[in-house]
């Protein structure tokens, strides 16, 4: 079967760190993305890792461990509007054929 | 730039009636497109994704289907609707070379009662 882990719910204060850990378990790995969804909307896309490492992009980092089958998402200097569900999602086959495999998504809730 | 739209935004249907939700997309060409479902407070869940007119792949077996009748048209649709086919459908494109990144529309909310 194929699987994505990770945890349910996160609370953080504004300022802070986060980092929102995925394990996956697929039948094919070509690439682990990162999505944000806000209450009642739509998913958008935050980031991607095909390759082992980290990936930055503004507060927003994250990373893959291919041999680990593991990656996460790191938010810094958190702020009020980061409060949405992350999906850590893996693309399992390549080519035009490949689509994402989604996992049960992470609620981070910011404080102030 | 490209645009995803998708309707109705919200729905409330009774049990067996029929289903049809509609997504086009503007400002590309041969898209990959995608139906996916969310029930509340849980993931996404693939149902089908197309790489071309005419071409669907079913990821889950169930009470729905889908048509891409044009390149940049993805319906999803059912003949008779049960109350567990309630959630959050969206649809979303990729390109065909790009299927880590998808853009999503707006979703449609489905009540079956």
């Not at chain 2, 009748?69 to 979303?92: N, T």
């Amino acid at each position: 079967g194929q699987s994505l882990e990770q945890p349910s719910e996160v609370t953080a204060v504004e300022g802070a760190i986060v980092q929102i850990n995925c394990t996956y378990q697929t039948s094919g790995f070509y690439g682990l993305s990162w999505y944000q969804q806000h209450d009642g909307g739509a998913p958008t896309f935050l980031s991607y890792n095909g390759l082992d490492g980290l990936e930055e992009t503004g507060r927003f980092s994250s990373f893959l461990s291919r041999s680990d089958s593991y990656g996460y998402l790191l938010l810094q200097e958190l702020q009020m509007k980061d409060s949405a569900s992350y999906f850590c999602a893996v693309r399992n086959r390549g080519g035009s054929q490949g689509n994402l495999i989604f996992g049960k998504g992470t609620k981070l809730s910011v404080k102030p | 730039s490209q645009t995803i739209h998708q309707w109705p935004a919200t729905l409330v249907q009774p049990v067996g009636s029929p289903l049809s939700l509609e997504c086009t997309v503007e400002g590309t060409s041969n898209p990959n497109l995608y139906w996916y479902r969310q029930a509340a407070g849980r993931g996404l869940q693939l149902l089908f994704y197309s790489v071309g007119i005419g071409q669907i792949s079913s990821e889950v077996p169930q009470n729905l289907s889908a048509s891409r009748p044009q390149d940049r048209q993805f319906i999803l649709s059912s003949k008779k609707l049960l109350l567990s086919d309630s959630g959050f459908y969206l649809c979303a494109w990729s390109t065909s070379s790009g299927a880590n990144v998808l853009t999503f529309g707006a979703g449609s909310r489905l009540t079956v009662l």
